[in-house]
């Protein structure tokens, strides 16, 4: 499984766009990017995904680079629930379905 | 839909006793993972069932088991408990390949 790399830490003001990058420069071309989020003592929120197109959901934007080798996270209005622990992972492989490799994580703290 | 629902919630066991704790996942999803959760080693992989046949182990040793029932519930075993199994430990279901993991929100477990 590729690694990634994450800023340990980074703060947003309330009501701008967080924006959290990865960088994923050993991703294979079947493995997807993955984003989870979590909130002290509560699991792993899943976020968002995607293999090589921009994604869009309700929660987040993500922007994975021509080369797939780096992606971006965008809360597009960050508010302070989204203070969390923000994971990073690439996944792929059909046998590796449930085991997802987690790395530190980068802690978004999101200001008044 | 219900999410993942683990019990108990908390627990707390003395050194060298066996634990036991549930997971049910999302009504139709047949993956069902385990991970362990501390502050010094973060989110591991424990292993993943899928079709009660276990599809994958994580780095753990033989005192950590699990089983998946017909119905897709699962259960983890530890036995011989040591102070260092002291954990979140979370339990999430997927319904195939490259869908979503889904996070309980995890049995806390104190070894005293």
């Known amino acids: 499984d590729a690694k990634t790399t994450q800023p340990p830490s980074m703060d947003c003001a309330e009501g701008r766009a967080a924006n959290l990058p990865c960088n994923h420069s050993?991703?294979?071309?079947?493995?997807?990017v993955y984003w989870y989020r979590q909130i002290h003592s509560q699991g792993p929120q899943y976020i968002i995904h995607?293999?090589?197109n921009n994604e869009t959901n309700e929660m987040a934007s993500l922007i994975i680079t021509e080369d797939r080798k780096s992606s971006t996270l965008i809360l597009p209005h960050a508010t302070l629930r989204d203070t969390a622990v923000y994971y990073c992972?690439?996944?792929?492989?059909?046998?590796?379905?449930?085991?997802?490799?987690f790395g530190q994580g980068t802690t978004l703290q999101v200001k008044p | 839909k219900a999410g993942v629902t683990q019990t108990p919630r908390y627990l707390i066991k003395t050194r060298g006793q066996q634990v036991t704790l549930s997971c049910s996942p999302i009504?139709?999803?047949?993956?069902v993972s385990w991970y362990q959760q501390t502050p010094g080693q973060g989110l591991q992989f424990l292993f993943e069932?899928?079709?009660?046949?276990?599809?994958n182990k994580g780095n753990f040793p033989g005192r950590f088991s699990g089983r998946q029932f017909s119905n897709s519930r699962s259960e983890m075993n530890v036995s011989t408990l040591e102070l260092g199994d002291s954990a979140l430990y979370l339990c999430?279901?997927?319904?195939?390949?490259?869908?979503?993991?889904?996070f309980g929100n995890g049995t806390r477990l104190t070894v005293t």
């Open positions: 999430a279901s997927s319904w195939e390949y490259n869908s979503p993991l889904h």
């Open positions: 050993t991703i294979s071309g079947n493995e997807y």
């Open positions: 995607g293999l090589k």
């Open positions: 992972i690439v996944r792929g492989g059909s046998s590796n379905t449930g085991k997802l490799i």
């Open positions: 009504s139709g999803h047949r993956s």
């Open positions: 069932y899928f079709s009660e046949t276990q599809r």
